[in-house]
Structures are given as structure tokens and as C-alpha cells.
């Protein structure tokens, strides 16, 4: 019965790109170039009217371009977006201080769609840290992927030479947290004061500031303990007077120490001293001469004993072993020799759960550990894994209410008990000399850690995550490349100018990367070419190149492409030892159906990090790819590839193959090289040096067209492809019967995967640890990213972990009903049909 | 292209948008192909022609007397030349030890699923059941007037094939029990196209000498679901017993592969598009399309399901093969090779591919052109002499290149 009129209003000169309905009341929001609309509509009047009052959001507040609205309640609404991080906005009817309308309450991180990745290890320690080009438009950015445990720095300090750190509670004000931190330097000891925020170095009485600590800390009957390389000092917390000192009957210097419970432990030589903390002195129990020289002890209160330590651990120099022992009495419980001839630098007794370990490492970064029994000391399931390639230091802490270990180190590792297992998850840091925890009452649950320079305070990240750092470029990057040589990474990005008010020049709508570049060159179009001018009255997309540190991921350079130039290809090559980026480049004239004219651009990054072009040559159609093949540069041009020599600074068309419909992709491996095609899956050529020919030896021959987004050679006979919605294997056919069939690729694997895998990228973004368990992974793992924002990786297994996990598989899928009543089998099932 | 490409990195658009336009624009670009060349097997004109599921193997009849029976292997490549002399011949009709086959074959078809089995009909009046390994009819069909067309179904719940000939009413025979399961009455004059639809495999469509396209449901006993009107019902004086869909009879029908759409085609030289789902006449205008097959069933082919982000259909006028934009009606291209009268059409499952033969007994393959090989020098000269003057000497150029390469 009732009639609907369309009641049409023009609202703003813009694109809607997005309709949500808010709740019951007659009200819509609407997306509109980054805005969100609220539109109330009036049904009073005869024709329902829109009546429009928007919230524009301030420069402060801006929404992601959404994929979808979904009103919440109370003004909350979630803005999800397939091209950026979605949001969670609160909308008010009045502005804020900043004029926005629009509160942004929460961001959950989307890496959407990732169109290309670099995989590099940056500080070259084996671990890979995935670097993609996320996000669309002013949603864009790069960002960096790496595993492991992140430490949010809150303050640091320049410091160098630090030999030890300590927090200690003490003063008048006797707080319940830390206030105070104790550096070791060579042959002296500096005390810094927390107040707040701020830090400063300070003198406390008791403590011998002229000598070198070897272990400070609070312990039982208010006291601090600060062993230095004289003597062992009771300090009272309070008054920082000195209550008591013991220092070795022989003179020597104290080498290490520990303390536990009321025992301190104390090292000279190859002694091995036990004193005893009584009220206000410390009394000589136990004392044993060793047959070496002792290189690191510890002494720890486990949860079986009643308040003091009763077992003590030390490595040993010369025989290389290590050993357990009862305290107070000291007498030898367990000798475990360690092997090698590399000596212990760090010993620690670990409570995890219920499980205690002792753990040695090595000065060659290696560790090795037990499984305790604290009563008898006895050693068993001994194991051994590479942590580092320097000395590492042992530190415990607290986070939350588990105990972890920190294996301070060139790669520093947290080691930490989960589902009973020790597991390690590298610290995204580069290097730690010292750490100690800190909790006081600015820098709550903290970690103070000590590099060669530094000295930060930093909270913890979650354990076991990926900590993805982005680097917003307000405008869509395209493609990455990473070159060692000049530490840089090549980003190539696009831009779109909009016409600006009056349509007389091309603006920029808001600030982004490819603008904030003070000295950008600017490309030209070649003589010859005539392509449609580029007008004012119309949107452009602007292509440029930008240099990044790889460190600190700032743009030092870039270049400008010419209009209508678009990057179409990059990559990092090395002709004649010289090393370039090469950039493929299309010219896109709108009226035209394939681009006729591209151009191959060779940079060379100099000295002072600017970017040179060095090399142009012209070719007739969209570079697809640009790679390396040896010491050539191989490229491909629509439906050609091209083999170019590097002679004399220039390119020298070597030789060419031509039987694809678009040559998209190009891998290479020694003389091989795996074309993919846009709708014909995989060709694979040889590259013929003596007759300098390209020569087909093996193609894929699907019955229907496979529309390939991404492909990566596995290995020399096994290639990996993707098609919008499915990965599959191919393998070169090298055991034919017929020789005719050697020619036609098998397909071993296929499976859906349901995702457009626009990458893959050789690379894995957990580090192996060498040692820790022979690993059922073969090969070099792949790594992919995909348009809905997924990380993926590829591996080969081995045969019986493969059968063991599909067997797994099948058993979880026999007893788990699946979501919709999907039949588990089914799912993954390769379906042609688009 | 490049925005294609560019769109589909992004995920600005769903994931089928690249492969089905690049389709679509492959499919209107079919050409004469230079790399497939099917054998010349029968001496008369090439009757019926069908490409198996995969669509791989060519299957044609030819009008040859007594009649012939050609499979061609449409990948294999062969010949000295480089060239596709696609297939072997594996059989002729002649030479099965029949008797009564000495009438050109009408229809040849496979079955829908594989290729263990093909059905024929011809002059004989027989509907034959062939085993393609042993190349034995195993099954017959008699019928008492000529037959126009037969088609199988291509659901999965039953095996009847549809009969439509002299006799005003479609026979449905059934694979399975051999036997003809039933009729379907309702049209007054002889049947000359039929076809079953491709989403609900229940439905069949005819159309006949009486002008009319009926709409069925194969389980509904008594009559048919909808007779197709060529007015919408706007006509005041139309008759509801003599509702008609062209103002000639029918021979011509086929629908496209989403089911969506049924095309029909009659003898007063029109095309119409129906709505599949609805019966009603969608009123798209093709023009005059000259019906030269009046007296047979006139095949009609749609760009298979890949290339559908513009449907196309095609349809055999005189010697050519005209194709028309489905939903706006514009002619797209006409595809001329062909010395005699074109009979036959196949449309490859998948791929850009349109088989067609004629009264010329040839078979010809159409396929999208060749990718350009790119070249710098003709680059140049068309930025140079501009774009105007392309067309005008690029074909030349073009032919220049492939005598090179």
C-alpha cells in the first residue's frame, strides 16, 4: 500500500563509496572521500526529503576508506575497510576542540591488500623482516612484519660502557617500587635515581661507587647487597649506611657472585665462598676450593625451599662443565661436563611451572639446558641450541606473573614456558649487553636494558606475535625493492592530483610522502612520444620513486616519474658490478586498450644516498617485469620477453621469445627462466648462451585458461602459482616415457585458498634455531601476501610429518563439525569455474 | 589492461572481473585462425558440430550420402606444417555395415558429460545411440517424420534426450531404459528447435512452425508451463490459444549458460531475447537478421560462461557468422570464411573459441588474434602519423610481421 518516491538531492560533489543504516531512527551515513555523512531523512512531509547535515571530520580525525558502515549503538560505529586499518569511530553531534566530528576509538591493523613485499634481513642476523606495500590511496603505507617479542621503548639514555645493570628499591620514603638503578663501569659503580620520569645520577652512602659491582640487590631484612670485585657490603635500605662487609681472607678479588634467599655466594678464583646474611652481618658458612677456576654462578630461591636458596649452580673454566651444589654446605651434587672448548659466561637455575632448569650459556652464544631436580640436583635432558653468535648473559624477570629468561645477546632471545615447553622468541631488538626489570612508578612492568651505547627502559609485548610497524605515505605504494649495497629499499608509489577549485592547475589534496620530498628530480616523456596531454580539469595519477633508509625508513630521496608514466616494475640489479635499480614503466593513454610505449629506467644510488638516473631505453608496451638473469637484464613487454646485455653502459637486445599472451611474471634460476602468463599459466624457457637464444622447454597445458596473480620458482623443477583463488604446484616433466610429453608441465598440488595472492617472496619470518629440533620443513619456506591483507607462507614437508598432519587432519575433520556443515574434504577442492 | 591488472592487485573489484572482461574482449575479437586448421573430411556440407565437455574433441556430421561421421582432436598438434590438422576420422556412417543410413546426418551430439557416448539423427529418421570406442550404435529410436533436432539434457538426475520433428509434439527418450518416456503435446505444427535450460534442468524450451516458443517442465504432465509472447500480453486483441513469439515459426533457440536469458530465432528474420526466469520479451533490438536456414533448425551459440561480462550471441546468416552484443543488441562482428552457407556452430566451454562449417564441407576455427609483438619502430610511427591513420595500414603491417616471425 504505501509508495515510494525516490527523493534525489545532490549531497556533495563526490563519490559515495560507502551506505550504512544507523539503528531504527531514519538515518543513513554515507562515505564520501575520506568524510562520513550522517543524513537524517524527514518523513513529515509529503515526499520523504532528505535532509542532509554532515560531520565533516576534522584534519585530526579522518576516517579509513570503507568497505563497509556498520552503525553499533550510542554513536559507535565500526568503519571496516578492505584498503587500510578498519575503525572503530564514535560520531558526536558536536565538534570537538579540533572541529572533528568524528572520534576514532580503536584501529584494528589490516595489511589490505598488499600488492608487492620486500623479504630482507636488515641487520643480517637471519632474521627476516617482511617490508610490504600496504593500503590504497591516502590509506597507504609500508610496513614492516617481524616475529618475535616487541619492546616498546618509554626512555633512553646515552651510556656507553655499562658492564652491569641492577634496580633497587631504597631511601626514606621506603616505596614498594624501584627508584633506583645501579650501573656497573669498569672499576666503578653509578647509581641513577628514578623520580618520575626523570633520571639522575645520584650517590648513595653505602654503596662503593669506586669499585666495580658484580651483583646488587635488595635482599631479606631490608637490606641492599652489593658484591664488587673487593668485597661483598650489606648496605641498610633506609639509612644507605653500611651495616656490614666481608671481603675474601686471601685479598683476592672477587670475580662473580650471587645471592638467594639469605645465602650469598661468592666467587674468588676458584673458590667458592657461602656467607650468610644474619639481621646486620654477614657470617663465613661453607667454603670449597674448586680444581678450576669458576666462571659464573648462580644461587635462586625455588618454590620447594623455605625462603632461602639451598642450591647453587657455577660453570667452570678448563674442564668446561657445570655444577650443582648444596648449600649451605657446598658440597657437589652434580657434575655436568659441557663439551667444547668454549667456556661458560652465564649460569642460571629457571623455575618455570613446575619444572626447574638449569641453564648454561656459552660464550659463543650457544645455550645449553636442563631439566633440574631441585633436591638432588640431578641434570638430565640436556639440550642445546644457538642463540647468538656472542657471549650471552642470563638475566631472569618477571612479566605478568610467569618467570622468563632474557638471553641478553647480539640476538637476544626471551625464553619463556608454554604448554609445557621452553620456547624462544627473538626480542626485536639488536642487540642487548645487560638487562635488569624495573617497576617503579613511572616505568611500571619494565626492563631496563644496556647495549654498547644505551641504556633504554621499555615495556614488553605480548609474547609469541607479529608486530607489524607501519609507515604511513598517504598515498598507495606499488612496488618494493630492497638493495644491500646502498641500504636503501625503492618504493615505487602513485599519487592521484585532483583538479583544483577554479581547474587550473593539478593539486594534491593533502600532505603525502611523495610531496614532503625537498629536492625530487622529475622524469620527462621521451621526444617522440605524443600521448594525450595531461589537462586541469581532469584527476592524475602521479607515479614517483621514493628512497628509503632501511633502517630507520625515512625517505631520503626521490624521483618524480613524467605524467602519465606509470611504474609498472622494480627490482635491485647488478650490471657489470655496478649496482642499479631497475624501474619498468608504462605510458597509459586512457583511449588505448594495452599501453604501446614503456621505457626501462636504470638509478644507481650514490654516495650522498640521492637517487641518479643513469640509463633510459625505450620499448613498446608496458614493462611488466624487470629481473635480473646473471649479469643481463631480462625483462618483459606485454607479450615479449626480452633479454638485454649491459655493454659498454648500455642495453643491447640480446634476444628475445614472443609466444605468450601477456607476459606478467619472470623468475629466474640459472639458465631457466619461468614466465607466468596472464591466462596461461607457466612457460619455462632456457636461456642457450652459445647460440645466445631463448628456447621453450616446457609449458603448462591446462585445458581452461589459468589467470595467474603471482608465481615463485620452488626449486629448479617445481614451480608455485597462484590464480586469484588457488595455489598450485607445477613440476617440470623430467621422466616422460614419451618424449613428447617432457614438454607438458605436471600439476602435482593444487588447493583453494579462496585469497588473490598478488606476492610470493622466498623468506620465513621465524628464525630458525639451529639444533632446537631437525625441522620437517625442506627447502627455503615462501612467503605470500594477498589482497585481503594475508601473510601466508608455503613450505615443503617432509613425507612423515605430511602424513602424520593429514592424518591429523582428517581425524580433527571426522570429530570437529565445520562452520555451514561444509564437508572439510570439499573446501579445499580446486574449482575452474570463476 | 594496465587498470585491469592494476584493479585486481588493489582488490578494487571482485576477482572474476579481469578474467571475464578480458573474455569478453577476446571473444569479440575472434578472427579466422592461423593456427588451426581442422582436416577436410566430409564432401558435403558440414551438418551439426559439437565439442565435448572438456572441449577438446570436435564431433561434426556431415550431409554427405550415404552420411559421415568426423571426431577431431582439437589439440593435438599435427602436420609438417605446424599447422592443427586437427584429428582422425574415426568413422563414416557409411561404413558401419547399416543399411538404412544412407541420409545426411541432421544433428550429431555427445553426451553431455563424456565422450563415451554421442547421439545422431538424420534423414532416416532414426535417433541413434553410438558408443564412441567401439563406434556401434547401441541403442535406436524410430520415429514416423523427419526430425529436426534432438537435444540431450545436461542435468544429472535423468538422461532423456528431447525429439522434435513432423509430428507436433517433442518425444523425450530415455538413455537409461530405452525406451521414449513420454510426450509433450501443445504445439499445432512440426517442432524445429529445441533446448533445455541451463539452470533448472527440468525446463525445456521448443519452438515450432506454429510461430510459438512453449516453455516446459518436464515432470508437469499436463501442458506446458508458459507459451513466450512476443507482445508482453500488450496487445489488446491478442488471443491467449494463439499467443505467438515470432511472426514465422521458430528454429532457432538456445539459452545462455547462466540459464538467465533463452534466445530465440524465427523465420520473420528477428532475434528476440527473452527473460528466462519471467517469460517476458525483453524487447532488445537486433535488426533484421536474414533467416537463410528456413527449412532446418538454425544453430545459435553464446560466448561460453568466461567471457560473459558481455554476452555475445552468435548466429549462422548465409555464409557468415554474425555476432551481437546480447543485451544491447549492436552487432559485434560478422566472421566471413566460409564459400557456401554456414550450418553449424560449436562455442568452446572455456575458451575463446567458435568452430563453424558449412555448405562447403569445410570446418573452420575462429579464435581471438595473436598477441602484437611489440614493436618500437611501428610504436613510433603511430605516435608519429597519429592515431587516425592506424587502422588504415596496420593490417598490412600486421601481416608483414607474422611473414617475419
Known amino acids: ?834 | 589492461m594496465l587498470q585491469l591488472l592494476t584493479a585486481r592487485e588493489c582488490g578494487l573489484g571482485p576477482p572474476w572481473f579481469l578474467p571475464r572482461s578480458y573474455g569478453s574482449q577476446r571473444f569479440s575479437e575472434l578472427e579466422l585462425s592461423k593456427e588451426k586448421e581442422l582436416g577436410r573430411f566430409h564432401s558435403a556440407a558440414v551438418n551439426s558440430l559439437d565439442l565435448d565437455c572438456d572441449g577438446r574433441y570436435l564431433i561434426s556430421g556431415g550431409g554427405d550420402v550415404p552420411g559421415s561421421i568426423a571426431i577431431h582432436d582439437t589439440a593435438r598438434p599435427a602436420g609438417e606444417k605446424g599447422l592443427y590438422v586437427c584429428g582422425v576420422t574415426v568413422s563414416t556412417y557409411g561404413t558401419q555395415n547399416h543399411t538404412d543410413t544412407s541420409h545426411a546426418v541432421s544433428v550429431v551430439q555427445w553426451f553431455p558429460h563424456d565422450t563415451g557416448i554421442f547421439t545422431t539423427t538424420s534423414g532416416d529418421r532414426y535417433l541413434k545411440i553410438w558408443d564412441t570406442n567401439d563406434l556401434l550404435v547401441v541403442e535406436k529410436f524410430k520415429f514416423k517424420n523427419p526430425i529436426y533436432t534432438h537435444v540431450m539434457s545436461t542435468g544429472t538426475s535423468h538422461t532423456l534426450t528431447a525429439v522434435g520433428g513432423g509430428e507436433c509434439k517433442i518425444t523425450l527418450c530415455d538413455l537409461v531404459s530405452g525406451a521414449s518416456s513420454h510426450v509433450l503435446e501443445g504445439h499445432s505444427k512440426p517442432v524445429m528447435a529445441l533446448a533445455w535450460s541451463t539452470a533448472c534442468e527440468h525446463v525445456l524450451a521448443s519452438g515450432s512452425q506454429d510461430n510459438s516458443v512453449v516453455l516446459w517442465d518436464i515432470r508437469k504432465a499436463n501442458g506446458p508451463l508458459t507459451k513466450l509472447d512476443q507482445h508482453n500480453g500488450s496487445r489488446a486483441s491478442s488471443d491467449p490459444s494463439v499467443t505467438v513469439a515470432h511472426g514465422g515459426s521458430v528454429n532457432g533457440l538456445c539459452f545462455s549458460p547462466d540459464g538467465l536469458h533463452l534466445v530465440s530465432f524465427g523465420t520473420d528474420d528477428r532475434l528476440r531475447l527473452w527473460d528466462a526466469v519471467t517469460g517476458k520479451n525483453t524487447l532488445v533490438n537486433y535488426g533484421r537478421v536474414f533467416n537463410t536456414l528456413p527449412k532446418q533448425n538454425c544453430p545459435l551459440a553464446f560466448s561460453p560462461l568466461s567471457s560473459t561480462l558481455h554476452p555475445i550471441i552468435c548466429i549462422p546468416v548465409g555464409g557468415e557468422v554474425l555476432m551481437f552484443h546480447l543485451t544491447t543488441g549492436k552487432k559485434v562482428k560478422s566472421l566471413s570464411g566460409h564459400f557456401g552457407k554456414v550450418h553449424s556452430l560449436a562455442v568452446h566451454p572455456v575458451e575463446q573459441e567458435l568452430y563453424s562449417g558449412g555448405t562447403d564441407a569445410n570446418i573452420l576455427c575462429w579464435m581471438p588474434p595473436p598477441p602484437r609483438k611489440p614493436s618500437l619502430d611501428r610504436a613510433r610511427r603511430s605516435n608519429a602519423t597519429g592515431a587516425v591513420y592506424e587502422d588504415a595500414w596496420s593490417s598490412d603491417e600486421d601481416n608483414d610481421d607474422d611473414g617475419r616471425h
Request: net charge negative; proline share 4%; hydrophobic share 40%.
Open chain 1, 1 to 834: 500500500g504505501t509508495v515510494l518516491h525516490a527523493a534525489c538531492r545532490p549531497i556533495l560533489e563526490c563519490v559515495i563509496s560507502c551506505v550504512g543504516a544507523v539503528d531504527d531512527r531514519p538515518a543513513i551515513s554515507l562515505r564520501c572521500h575520506g568524510r562520513l555523512l550522517m543524513l537524517l531523512l524527514r518523513l513529515n512531509s509529503p515526499l520523504t526529503r532528505a535532509d542532509q547535515h554532515y560531520h565533516e571530520t576534522g584534519s585530526s580525525g579522518e576516517t579509513v576508506s570503507p568497505s563497509c558502515i556498520a552503525y553499533l549503538d550510542n554513536g559507535v560505529t565500526f568503519v571496516g575497510s578492505c584498503l587500510g586499518d578498519s575503525q572503530l569511530c564514535k560520531l558526536s553531534s558536536a565538534a570537538d576542540e579540533s572541529g572533528g566530528y568524528v572520534e576514532i576509538l580503536e584501529t584494528f591493523t589490516c595489511l589490505a591488500p598488499i600488492l608487492d613485499m620486500s623479504v630482507v634481513d636488515v641487520d643480517q642476523q637471519g632474521r627476516d623482516v617482511v617490508v610490504t606495500c600496504s593500503g590504497f590511496g591516502r590509506n597507504g603505507s609500508l610496513r614492516l612484519v617481524r616475529s618475535g617479542v616487541g619492546i616498546n621503548e618509554q626512555a633512553s639514555i646515552d651510556l656507553a660502557g655499562v658492564k652491569g645493570v641492577w634496580s633497587l628499591r631504597c631511601g626514606t620514603e621506603m616505596a614498594e617500587s624501584d627508584n633506583t638503578l645501579v650501573l656497573a663501569f669498569v672499576g666503578q659503580t653509578t647509581v641513577l635515581s628514578l623520580k618520575g620520569e626523570e633520571v639522575e645520577e645520584t650517590e648513595l652512602e653505602g654503596i662503593a661507587a669506586d669499585q666495580q659491582t658484580h651483583y646488587c640487590s635488595n635482599v631479606i631484612g631490608n637490606k641492599i647487597l652489593q658484591i664488587t670485585g673487593q668485597s661483598v657490603r650489606l648496605i641498610n635500605e633506609e639509612t644507605l649506611q653500611l651495616v656490614s662487609k666481608w671481603a675474601p681472607p686471601s685479598g683476592k678479588g672477587i670475580s662473580t657472585g650471587s645471592c638467594g634467599g639469605s645465602h650469598v655466594v661468592v666467587v674468588v678464583g676458584n673458590e667458592l665462598f657461602c656467607l650468610d646474611i644474619q639481621d646486620s652481618s654477614l657470617h663465613q658458612l661453607s667454603h670449597v676450593t674448586l680444581e678450576h677456576e669458576i666462571a659464573c654462578v648462580d644461587v635462586r630461591v625455588l618454590k620447594g625451599d623455605s625462603g632461602t636458596s639451598n642450591i647453587c649452580a657455577v660453570g667452570l673454566w678448563t674442564n668446561i662443565s657445570a655444577r650443582v651444589l648444596r648449600l649451605p654446605s657446598l658440597d657437589i651434587l652434580h657434575t655436568q661436563p659441557l663439551g667444547g672448548d668454549i667456556l661458560p659466561r652465564s649460569i642460571l637455575v629457571a623455575e618455570f611451572d613446575t619444572r626447574t632448569y638449569l641453564l648454561v650459556a656459552l660464550g659463543d652464544g650457544t645455550l645449553h639446558y636442563f631439566q633440574m631436580d631441585p633436591d638432588s640436583g640431578a641434570l638430565t635432558n640436556g639440550k642445546k641450541v644457538v642463540l647468538g653468535t656472542k657471549p650471552i648473559v642470563l638475566r631472569q624477570f618477571v612479566s605478568g606473573d610467569a618467570h622468563h629468561v632474557f638471553a641478553c645477546s647480539n640476538h637476544p632471545t626471551i625464553i619463556h614456558w608454554n604448554n609445557h615447553k621452553l620456547l624462544f622468541s627473538n626480542v626485536n631488538l639488536k642487540e642487548v649487553n645487560y638487562i635488569c626489570t624495573l617497576n617503579s612508578d613511572s616505568f611500571r612492568d619494565c626492563l631496563a636494558l644496556v647495549d654498547d651505547n644505551t641504556l633504554t627502559i621499555g615495556s614488553l609485548d605480548q609474547l609469541q606475535m607479529l608486530h607489524i610497524h607501519p609507515v604511513p605515505l598517504a598515498e598507495s605504494p606499488r612496488r618494493i625493492s630492497h638493495q644491500r649495497h646502498s641500504h636503501t629499499f625503492l618504493v615505487a608509489s602513485c599519487r592521484v592530483d585532483v583538479p583544483n577549485g577554479d581547474k587550473t592547475a593539478l593539486i594534491s589534496p593533502k600532505p603525502c610522502a611523495s610531496k614532503s620530498v625537498s629536492n625530487m628530480l622529475e622524469g620527462t616523456h621521451p621526444d617522440d612520444l605524443s600521448i594525450l596531454p595531461v589537462t586541469t580539469t581532469e584527476e592524475l595519477e602521479v607515479f614517483s620513486l621514493l628512497l628509503f633508509d632501511e633502517n630507520s625508513l625515512e625517505v631520503i630521496h626521490g624521483y618524480q616519474l613524467s605524467p602519465r608514466e606509470h611504474v609498472t616494475s622494480l627490482t635491485s640489479c647488478v650490471l657489470d658490478s655496478t649496482h642499479y635499480y631497475a624501474v619498468g614503466t608504462a605510458f597509459v593513454d586512457p583511449t588505448e586498450k594495452e599501453p604501446n610505449r614503456g621505457r626501462v629506467l636504470l638509478f644507481r644510488v650514490s654516495h650522498t644516498k640521492v637517487l641518479e638516473l643513469v640509463y633510459m631505453n625505450d620499448e613498446a608496451g608496458a614493462v611488466y617485469q624487470v629481473v635480473q638473469f646473471q649479469d643481463k637484464l631480462l625483462i618483459s613487454v606485454n607479450s615479449e620477453v626480452r633479454l638485454y646485455k649491459w655493454e659498454e653502459g648500455k642495453m643491447v637486445l640480446e634476444c628475445s621469445y614472443s609466444d605468450t599472451i601477456l607476459a606478467l611474471y619472470l623468475k629466474c634460476k640459472g639458465d631457466f627462466i619461468l614466465v607466468g602468463d596472464l591466462m596461461r599459466s607457466f612457460k619455462l624457457l632456457v636461456y642457450k648462451a652459445e647460440k645466445s637464444v631463448l628456447e621453450e622447454i616446457s609449458v603448462e597445458t591446462s585445458l581452461n585458461p589459468v589467470f595467474m596473480t603471482a608465481m615463485e620458482m620452488i626449486d629448479d623443477e617445481n614451480y608455485l602459482g597462484a590464480d586469484g583463488r588457488h595455489i598450485f604446484v607445477c613440476q617440470k616433466n623430467s621422466e616422460a616415457a614419451v618424449e613428447a610429453d617432457l614438454m607438458y608441465m605436471l600439476q602435482p598440488s593444487r588447493m583453494y585458498i579462496g585469497d588473490n595472492i598478488n606476492v610470493f617472496r622466498h623468506g620465513s619470518l621465524v628464525m630458525e634455531h639451529p639444533g632446537a629440533s631437525p625441522s620437517p620443513i625442506q627447502g627455503k619456506p615462501i612467503i605470500y601476501g594477498s589482497v585481503h591483507g594475508a601473510v601466508g607462507l608455503v613450505v615443503q614437508l617432509d613425507m612423515s610429518t605430511f602424513s602424520v598432519l593429514a592424518k591429523l587432519q582428517e581425524s580433527m575433520a571426522a570429530v570437529i563439525k565445520s562452520v555451514g556443515n561444509i564437508e572439510h574434504e570439499v573446501y579445499p577442492l580446486y574449482n575452474e569455474f570463476m
